[in-house]
């Protein structure tokens, strides 16, 4: 701006006017500003002056600012850890620890879990040490609770009896003769499906029976309840002899250390021959007391009562011996015989203490599920506010269903047993990843059957309850052979949803339902992806029904059937169609589609297809000796005058 046009603005001005109104005046206003600037940001060095202008300073970054640290030592405190938390760690980008992942050979994402030895060679490349540093997880404070009780507080506790023996030998007839109840009607293929635990009060000695099923296929559970038993009372009908279940059942109750009864049923029976039994069990090293051994032995009849009572008192007689005792003044501990998931009531299992005394409204954990006791059903249907040593209850209040084995603890802590439950799901979910690998990851499934290795049929096992599910899964794994392996991928209680779909169609696996339905979104999910649902009632349908996918699977023999020869007299060069030999069937036949040797002096010069047959300008399907026709081969035309075409299939050989 000019002086001259300065000096009129600044004459305008008459300060004898109140209300003078200043004008707009850009120049000036830019002017402020600037002075503005310069009072706030006077600090500003020259340097960032450029072009008369004043630059923006620029902020000292958190780099400059503060001096880089170097992390020479870090530390873990579980058993793994994730790639993120490793970052956070050692200080170092998650970029730069996935390449040195990469490296080491390890395909990983910012998520995945590394074990100490893996993230200690990482660690290593950036020159940092790790060290374990273990904390106090909440199963270590959980172990601490379970102390080691006194001498003065241990009462004596009723026994518990496992009743063992072969299908149809009188088992469950003699406990519900003992217990005056008849729950045998309406059992699917007569057969014994779930273990139940009952009390018997003889005279004021009580006593607990478990029923564990005779049936071969549910050696786990009758192994669970060996377990979890003081004596075993072995079914043998007198009419019958030893049996292969009754075998397994004597080496499950030696491999526990449980003594052993043995009750000598059916003796109402005319065929009935115990010496024969007896005689028989010597060569299991059961040898009868009268016999100058040490096994109990008591013929019983469970239609008419006979010696049942005799039986009972060599039972007490065995507890007294082993001096059986429980402090019931603790918190409850125990094992689940059965578990569930009703409708109605939500997760069930029916839990045996074995030491302390349960009430309803502890805290307990138990496996994968935490909860509060909300209520407890004994044997006879009676609700229960507790429940003693050697007691067996069903209880209601988990957060989801058990598993059928697991051992149950009450905790004063709800909060505990929460932290509880999430270490066990983690350490699942990493034992879990962990046996995948090589197994089910289509980066090394192919590679595994192109070295030799078993094929394998992937199976999802979804039952009522939890003691079906680990008998159909070890009935089922039995059958894998050295050609396939029979792999469960999943096995849970409840019905079939889409999830378990979705999974056996990731994995091309078949579902197994026992005794359970698929809802309507997995029946459909199921119809849209192909995937096979198979339901069951008895273990036997399904095992043979696997028996069969299974030679499905196996790689099929073949035999070679000869069709026919043809001489090829001519060959021809047709537009559209390349090289057409024309032929002159010699003997038997030649088959469209059929496989094909070119033999050249009795040398084999290409081995295929015929993809094309004619006689003339028609197409056919065969042409049979003595007749003319025209044949292409699938990929091959370097065909002569003089070759031998030679026909034939490859027919599968029946297993």
């Known amino acids: 701006m ?4 300065e000096k009129e603005r600044v004459s305008n001005y008459d300060p004898n006017k109140k209300n003078y109104v200043r004008q707009h005046d850009p120049e000036r206003v830019a002017r402020n500003r600037k002075q503005l600037a310069r009072e706030n940001f006077n600090g500003i060095d020259d340097d960032v002056v450029r072009g008369g202008r004043r630059a923006r300073a620029k902020r000292p970054s958190a780099q400059q600012l503060m001096a880089p640290i170097r992390i ?21 980008p998650a970029g730069d620890i996935l390449k040195k992942l990469l490296l080491l050979g390890v395909m990983a994402n910012i998520n995945s879990e590394l074990d100490f030895d893996t993230a200690g060679l990482v660690c290593a490349e950036f020159g940092v040490e790790l060290e374990m540093n273990m904390a106090k997880t909440a199963e270590d404070a959980l172990t601490e609770t379970d102390v080691e009780d006194a001498e003065e507080e241990l009462e004596p506790r009723p026994p518990v009896i496992t009743i063992m023996g072969h299908v149809d030998h009188g088992k469950t007839s003699l406990l519900d003769y003992i217990r005056h109840t008849h729950v045998t009607a309406g059992e699917a293929g007569g057969i014994t499906q779930h273990i139940g635990a009952y009390t018997v009060d003889l005279d004021g000695s009580v006593i607990t029976f478990l029923d564990t099923p005779g049936h071969e296929a549910f050696t786990a559970m009758r192994a669970r309840g060996t377990q979890s038993t003081d004596i075993a009372v072995l079914v043998v009908a007198a009419d019958d002899g030893v049996m292969p279940q009754t ?3 004597i080496n499950h109750a030696k491999a526990a250390g449980v003594p052993l009864i043995v009750a000598i049923n059916k003796m109402d029976k005319e065929a009935a021959n115990p010496e024969r039994v007896k005689q028989d069990l010597t060569a299991y090293e059961l040898v009868p007391e009268e016999w100058g051994g040490d096994t109990i032995m008591v013929p019983v009849s469970a239609a008419t009562g006979e010696g049942v009572d005799n039986l009972l008192e060599m039972i007490l007689l065995q507890a007294d011996v082993l001096q059986l005792r429980a402090n019931p003044n603790r918190m409850a501990k125990g094992v689940i015989i059965e578990a569930k998931l009703d409708k109605a009531r939500g997760p069930l299992a029916t839990v ?9 409204g502890d805290n307990i954990v138990v496996g994968l599920a935490s909860g ?5 059903v004994n044997d006879k249907g009676e609700r229960v506010e507790s429940a003693g040593p050697s007691m067996p209850v069903e209880v209601a209040g988990f957060s989801e269903v058990p598993s059928a084995g697991d051992d149950i603890m009450a905790v004063t802590d709800d909060h505990l047993g929460r932290q509880v439950v999430q270490e066990r799901r983690d350490k699942l979910k990493v034992a879990r990843v962990a046996s995948t690998v090589g197994k089910v990851s289509l980066d090394n499934l192919f590679s595994q059957i192109d070295q030799g290795k078993v094929e394998t049929l992937n199976l999802i096992i979804k039952a009522d309850v939890q003691g079906s599910v680990e008998a159909v899964k070890q009935a089922l794994e039995k059958l894998s052979n050295e050609k396939v ?16 779909v979705n999974l056996a169609s990731a994995f091309n696996a078949i579902i197994i339902g026992f005794n359970i339905r698929p809802d309507n979104n997995a029946r459909e999910s199921a119809e849209r992806e192909g995937v096979d649902i198979r339901l069951y009632r008895i273990i036997y349908q399904a095992i043979e029904d696997i028996e069969k996918a299974m030679k499905g699977m196996l790689a099929p023999e073949f035999k070679e059937t000869l069709l026919g020869h043809a001489e090829v007299r001519n060959v021809f060069r047709i537009t559209g169609a390349g090289i057409v030999a024309g032929c002159y069937v010699t003997d038997g036949k030649l088959q469209r589609n059929a496989q094909v040797r070119l033999l050249r002096d009795n040398v084999v010069v290409f081995e295929g297809k015929l993809s094309s047959l004619k006689r003339f300008k028609d197409d056919a399907k065969e042409v049979a000796q003595g007749y003319e026709c025209g044949a292409s081969l699938d990929g091959y035309n370097d065909i002569k005058e003089g070759d031998i075409v030679e026909c034939f299939v490859m027919e599968e050989i029946e297993r």
């Not at 000019?2 to 046009?5: L, R």
């Not at 045996?352 to 309803?360: F, I, M, R, S």
Request: glycine share 6%; charged share 30%; proline share 2%.
């Open 2 to 5: 000019t002086p001259a046009v």
């Open 72 to 92: 020479e030592k870090a530390f873990m405190t579980a058993e793994t850890i994730t790639v993120k938390d490793l970052t956070e760690r050692i200080g170092k």
């Open 247 to 249: 075998i397994e059942s």
């Open 352 to 360: 045996l203490v074995q030491n302390g005394t349960l009430h309803v």
């Open 372 to 376: 509060r006791v909300r209520a407890m």
């Open 485 to 500: 392996k029979v792999r469960v991928l999943h096995s849970a209680v409840g019905a079939i949803n889409k999830d378990d």
